[in-house]
């Protein structure tokens, strides 16, 4: 039986984009007061005014994080964020602890999968023999 050895950052890419968020600021704040909403949307037309032109998306939007482990393509996790306003994305990665945690969310459930695959998929560079019966004596 072979288990995947722990995954690495060095062993996964990570792609990270904004998508146009769905639903409006003021359907996210419902229920806010009429002041709370109206603070909100200000707040977020603001973010989505500055920068350059390629940032606007990110002043309001869905993201997305994907990890794909580097040796096996098919080995992948998506994990989405709703209703987010920054700046660009370096603000996102920089300025909010979601990225890590998606990340992270993302490698356990990418270990997961190699591990259930790791039979099949038998690469000695990540895996490792956890049960063998020719070194158990058996």
């Not at 062993?11 to 229920?31: F, H, R, Y």
């Not at 309001?60 to 994080?65: D, F, M, S």
Request: glycine share 6%.
């Amino acid at each position: 039986m072979l288990r995947a050895k722990s995954l690495a950052n060095c062993d996964i890419t990570v792609s990270l984009n904004a998508q146009i968020e769905q639903a409006t600021p003021e359907q996210c704040m419902k229920g806010g007061s009429k002041e709370e909403i109206a603070g909100f949307t200000k707040a977020v037309e603001a973010v989505k005014k500055c920068g350059e032109r390629a940032s606007k998306l990110w002043g309001w939007c869905q993201i997305e994080v994907t990890v794909t482990v580097t040796k096996f393509p098919t080995i992948s996790h998506t994990s989405y964020l709703g209703a987010c306003s920054y700046k660009s994305r370096q603000d996102f990665i920089d300025n909010s602890s979601y990225y890590d945690d998606m990340v992270g969310k993302s490698m356990i459930r990418c270990q997961k999968l190699l591990n259930a695959e790791a039979d099949k998929i038998n690469d000695s560079g990540l895996f490792e023999d956890v049960f063998n019966p020719r070194y158990q004596g058996v």
